[in-house]
């Protein structure tokens, strides 16, 4: 017990040493759970039709990842090794029933849009990965800042692609509570007798994984460590 | 401490004290924040219902909008005799207010099965529902125009869950005037089109066969149509017949309300 004491403070003094840093660093560039390990591809690709749900799926994602990641690093030395699977599954369910009861209860609308994928948080790979990477052995103070990472690291993804997507496909941005924000006066739609035309291509699921393909040429153009020898 | 963590003992242990835990939050957070969603739900339904009347409403001016147009609600049993109406103000907590009766649960728990088994038939749903006491909610409107419109909810099964919708009957209680439906897991594509205009559109101004075997029929992909019928949705062949389906079986119900005599008292 005393030795957990002396491990706290030192861990408090380090928090945000170098090594730290890189836990909160790292996911968004040189380890993104999106486009360098291509985990939780699915619903990156399924809900980027509009910023206001990749939004709220962000912060969804956010919290079950900083309360799993949190609560299973303080329980790692009591779990039970051969149940520690269910343990995560459990914790990471429960949470992503809170949140979508929240949602419903808050975001009715945004709620309904987002439909099956806040249940299939559980199944998402991050989630999952880092639990049992880097949750289940380390302390709750790295843990929680390795959630930080990965969940903005899954986010500015999926808010990247949304706004790429909702622009073009779209003619408009839409953030939670304030409804969608047209850019152009409807009298240049085709429609209504203008010149433009919305490119419905954009709202396909296809183009999100045109998108997000995009991305990671120019993360790789940019970042040449990235690229594997064959 | 001394406690082997991977004993069968411990690890039964933990799992019990784990689903005490979690099962105690889950259970506060779902009580907690029940009555919003019960509101945001009532919220839905009257979208939903003027939606079917063609009114346009959203979350903020839902129950206003439908104190407006929504002038009485009604409750009719299986026979067709009415049960109890009210003109008082929606409370979604009263059970006795018509607009609470729960078709969807209804449908689930009993209707369902026996439809399945009655295949059809009318007179055998009646007999293997009879002893349910179940109640059906109707509700009465009037449009900008003077128009008395009747608003009924149907459920039935689509290929994957189910289906639900509200139709609206002008005042011969036969002439659609507008359909709405909706869907929890159809095919994206397919049989989820049901929800869009295009569908629901096709609708508008059909007739009920009110003296022939079917009141309404859902045809399969290209089939000619005439006045009694729309054509369904290519691809997606059985969330059109669950359409088809829940509105002859449940439009019947309320033919007997219409020609009941209750209603020509009225």
């Not at chain 1, 030395?77 to 949470?95: E, G, H, K």
């Not at chain 2, 003027?50 to 002038?71: C, M, Q, T, W």
């Not at chain 2, 409370?91 to 088994?117: E, G, H, L, M, W």
């Not at chain 2, 017949?241 to 008292?265: C, I, P, W």
Request: net charge negative.
């Amino acid at each position: 017990m005393s030795t957990e004491t002396v491990a706290s403070t030192t861990k408090k003094e380090s928090l945000f040493s170098k090594k730290n840093r890189r836990l909160l660093v790292d996911p968004l560039d040189d380890s993104n759970p999106i486009t360098v390990q291509v985990l939780g591809i699915c619903s990156a690709l399924a809900i980027t039709v509009q910023l206001q749900q990749a939004v709220i799926m962000s912060l969804s994602v956010l919290f079950v990842m900083i309360g799993g990641n949190v609560i299973v690093s303080l329980l790692r030395n009591m779990i039970p090794d051969r149940i520690r699977i269910i343990v995560q599954l459990v914790v990471v369910a429960s949470l992503v029933i809170i949140v979508d009861q929240v949602l419903k209860a808050f975001q009715p609308d945004i709620s309904e849009k987002l439909s099956v994928f806040v249940g299939l948080i559980i199944t998402n790979c991050i989630i999952m990965g880092r639990l049992e990477a880097f949750a289940l052995a380390n302390k709750p103070g790295p843990s929680f800042l390795d959630a930080i990472g990965n969940a903005m690291g899954y986010a500015w993804i999926l808010l990247a692609v949304s706004v790429v997507r909702e622009v073009f496909g779209s003619g408009a941005i839409s953030l939670p509570g304030m409804g969608q924000i047209k850019f152009l006066p409807s009298s240049w739609f085709m429609s209504e007798g203008g010149f433009y035309e919305n490119n419905n291509l954009m709202i396909l699921p296809p183009m999100a994984l045109i998108t997000v393909g995009i991305i990671i040429w120019i993360q790789r153009s940019r970042n040449q460590a990235l690229i594997e020898e064959n | 401490m001394a406690i082997d963590k991977n004993s069968t003992g411990y690890t039964f242990l933990f799992s019990i004290a784990m689903v005490v835990v979690v099962g105690t939050a889950l259970a506060f957070t779902a009580l907690s924040l029940k009555d919003r969603q019960d509101a945001n739900a009532a919220d839905k339904k009257m979208i939903d219902i003027l939606g079917a009347i063609g009114v346009k409403a959203d979350r903020s001016n839902a129950s206003e909008i439908f104190a407006e147009y929504v002038v009485e609600r009604i409750a009719i049993d299986l026979e067709g005799q009415q049960v109890s109406s009210t003109k008082e103000p929606v409370n979604p907590k009263d059970k006795t207010d018509p607009f609470s009766i729960d078709v969807k649960k209804d449908y689930r728990s009993s209707v369902k099965s026996a439809a399945k088994s009655a295949d059809g038939d009318d007179a055998a749903l009646m007999a293997a529902l009879a002893d349910e006491g179940l109640t059906f909610p109707l509700f009465q409107c009037v449009t900008d125009a003077d128009q008395n419109l009747y608003v009924i909810p149907v459920v039935g099964s689509g290929l994957w869950g189910p289906i639900w919708g509200y139709v609206a009957l002008e005042d011969d209680m036969k002439t659609i005037f507008g359909a709405k439906f909706d869907h929890k897991t159809e095919t994206p594509g397919l049989g989820a089109e049901i929800r869009e205009s295009f569908f629901t559109e096709k609708f508008k101004g059909k007739q009920l066969d009110v003296e022939g075997a079917t009141l309404f029929s859902v045809l399969k992909g290209g089939a000619p149509t005439d006045e009694y019928s729309v054509d369904g949705i290519t691809g997606g062949t059985i969330t059109s017949k669950g359409v088809d389906e829940m509105m002859n079986r449940t439009l019947k119900v309320y033919l007997r309300y219409f020609q009941s005599e209750t209603r020509a008292q009225r």
